[in-house]
Every structure is written in C-alpha cells, then in structure tokens.
C-alpha cells in the first residue's frame, strides 16, 4: 500500500524498484527473473527498512497522525546525520486499521518487506495482534501508545518493548495529585469508561487505586467507542453525585465528554486514568478541566525535549503532541541500540535493550527498559488547565506539574510490580 499523509512528502516511503533502462532491455531476456532478484537483494542491503503501524481512522485517528509526525522527523534526521551504520532508513508507514488487519500488515512488513523492526500502534487490541506476528517471526517490535496492563503481563513477549506508559503507571501517577488533593480517602468516583481493551483495563487499575486508598466507586458506565452523544452517561452523573468524576476513556471520546460535561455545568471535579495532548487541545482552553496523567508534554524543560519541540514545530507548524513524542523515541531508541551493537538482528537489539542500557527520553533523567517486562522506566507528570492569563497561544493550555517520581526517588515507584502484573516471556 502506498503511504499517505505527512510522510508522503519525504522520501521515506515504501519504494518500488527503479531499474535502469539497460536492466529494463534485460528484463526481456531468459535471464531476466535473476537479474531483477539480484538488483533487489542489493537495493534492499542498502537501506534498513522499518515498519511503522498505527490507526489513521476512527476514534484513535488524530493521534495516529501525531505518531506519523513523530517518527518521520525521527527518520528525516537520523537519515540527515548519516543513517545508522552507514546505510539510510527507508520507512514503511502504513494504516494499521484494526487488529485482523494490523497483523496481517505486520506479517507482510516482516515476510516480504524484510523490515528490522516494527514501531507504532495504539490499540491496546492492535498492539497484541502486531506483537504475537513480531514473536512469532522473532523480529523486534516497539509499541508506542498501548497501554493495555496485560501486554506487559499475561501477554507480554520477548519481542515486544514498550515506550508508552502502562494503565497502572498512569494511575499511579494522577493518584499522587489525587492524595495530595485529598479526593481518595472516603470519596465517592463515578466511572466513564471506554468500552473496549484498553478502557476495561483501565477501569480495573483504577478500582484498585480507589479501593487501596480508601476510595469507592458509586457507578460505572461502559461507553461505545463510536458514541458522540454523552448526555445519558451525564445525566447519571448527575444523579449519583459523585465526588470525582473519573475519565478511562481514549482519542476523541475524552474530547467529545469534557465539551458536553461542561455545557451542563455539573459542579464535580474530573480527573482522568488515561490521557492526550489532543484531547485537551480539541475540547479548547474554554472547556478544558480536571487533573490528568501526561507521559511527556512539550514544555518539558530538558535540552533534549526543546530540541525536538523546536524541530516538530519547524517541520509540521505546530507544537508535537505527547503520541509524537512516543514515535519519535522509537525510532531514537532502535538507531541508538544498532549503532550500539553494530547489528540490525532482534534477538542482538533485545539482548542490549535487556541489559538496561540508558537513552535520553527528552525528559530531566534517562530512561532504560526493565528487563523482565520490557517497559520504559521513566517520568511521568500531571497536566492541569493553565490560567488564560499565562496562555501564550491556542497551544499553551495546560500547565505541565511536577515530575513524578520526584527528584531522588525510584522511578519504578509509578511502574507495576512483578505481583501487580506478573511477565513470564516464553
């Protein structure tokens, strides 16, 4: 399929073979079938080829746009900088649509296309799907937004890395604000929930957030992930009175809610498990609200992360949004760990990532992969509105907290324990 999009206008899309016009007067010979098989192995042996999946449509859709972004820039420079031991990057970018069709895309970027690795996806559902391709072809695959628990624990693979945040660590991380705001201990929580993988387990990281807290819930709402219209699900709000609204929605649900939640005017606070930058910028800083977990926003003030904002801004005409960040490490990450090895070959890339090897993360300390369920280790912060006084522009609404761990304490604080969500790779 041909790429579409942002990184259609580089030159980092699926490539056809370009034979010259004496291979062409060949290819009419007997001999021909060899000739072309022998100029393609070479064409192939000169670049490294990675495959990128994520949803371009549906709900999940202006994320997957971001991821796009992301890990074209990622590519445009590490390809201006001399590519990785010495041979370019050639991209292959394509729509993973859901997960019957990401796994057979998968299939064909490792069979056919001979791709050294895969990147992307945010369906929690796509995520596993690509990953059991990836372990069945032992080719390496860096998820960049699936939060699914159990990817990292009954699902996990030896193949699978994780650059976005688990649900637990999300929790964990708004739930520091939540204590420290006095809204666990004895408090009621109303649940909106998106109904499918990711937001099921979701719900279930928060109840034991919740309950371990002294915390409840008073109701619990499954929502479709095509519905557009929340004022029944609001209407119930209303009538539990709850004391914290919470959101374990995703993409555009968690837009379309804060936008209806506000025009009733219900006076108890949000806050959400789950979390994008878009969703924020979609609802607007007049109807923004609640306390939210954030895996990376771009006015993170490290060197690094100003550096890329900078570039995401020069390249695209607008700030990164955090799925952006995720896709761009990636593709960071897997330049780093072959120029590192000095080897394209998975099992060599996974042994490397296993040995907790550092990589900036754009963030105020390194991160490294933990190696019994290949997660990054790493910050996380809250987001919250940001007064409009202080709001330099459409893109400058939210006011980014703390880094959470806090300086000097074990960034595995936020992650799931091995008893929390046990990993056994096979």
Known sequence: MTSTGPNAKTGLTRRTLLTSTAGLAVAGTIGAPAILQAQSA?????????????????????????????????????????????????????????????????????????????????????????????????????????????????????????????NTAYVKAVGQALLRDGMVKGKKWFGLTADYAFGHDLLRVTKKFAEDNGGSFAGSELVPTDASD???????????????????????????????????????????????????????????????PCIWHHTVQSPSAQAFTQAFIKRWGKPPENQAWGDYLAAKVLAQAMAETKSTTSDTIIAHLESQAKFDVLKGREGYFRNWDHQLI?????????????????????????????????????????????????
Not at 248 to 261: R, S
Not at 277 to 288: E, I, K, M
Not at 396 to 404: F, K, P, R
């Open 42 to 166: 070479r064409a192939q042996s000169d670049v490294i080829r990675v495959g990128h999946l994520t949803p371009r449509t549906g709900f999940l859709g202006p994320l997957g746009e971001y991821a796009v972004m992301g890990v074209t820039l990622a590519v445009e420079e590490i390809n201006a900088a001399g590519g990785v031991l010495g041979r370019k990057v050639e991209l292959l970018a394509e729509d993973s649509v859901n997960p019957s069709t990401a796994a057979t895309k998968a299939e064909r970027m490792i069979e056919r296309e001979k791709v050294a690795a895969i990147l992307g996806e945010i369906s929690s559902a796509s995520g596993l799907s690509i990953s059991q391709v990836a372990g069945r072809n032992k080719t390496l695959f860096i998820q960049t937004g699936c939060n699914s628990d159990e990817l990292r624990g009954k699902s996990c693979n030896r193949y699978m890395f994780h650059i976005e945040g688990s």
């Open 230 to 292: 929340f004022s029944p699900f609001i209407l119930k709000i209303r009538q539990a009175k709850p004391d914290l609204v919470v959101s374990n929605l995703a993409g555009n649900q968690i837009t379309n809610f804060i936008k209806q939640y506000n025009e009733y005017g219900l006076p108890f606070p949000i806050a959400g498990g789950g979390f994008d930058t878009a969703a924020a910028w979609g609802a607007g800083s007049d109807t923004f609200t609640g306390t939210w």
């Open 378 to 426: 790493a910050e996380m912060y809250t987001i919250t509105p940001k007064p409009k006084a202080e709001q330099k522009d459409k893109w400058d609404m939210l006011l980014l907290g703390t880094a959470v761990p806090g300086a000097g304490e074990d960034l595995e604080v936020i992650q799931p324990t091995k008893q929390e969500n046990a990993c056994t790779f096979t």
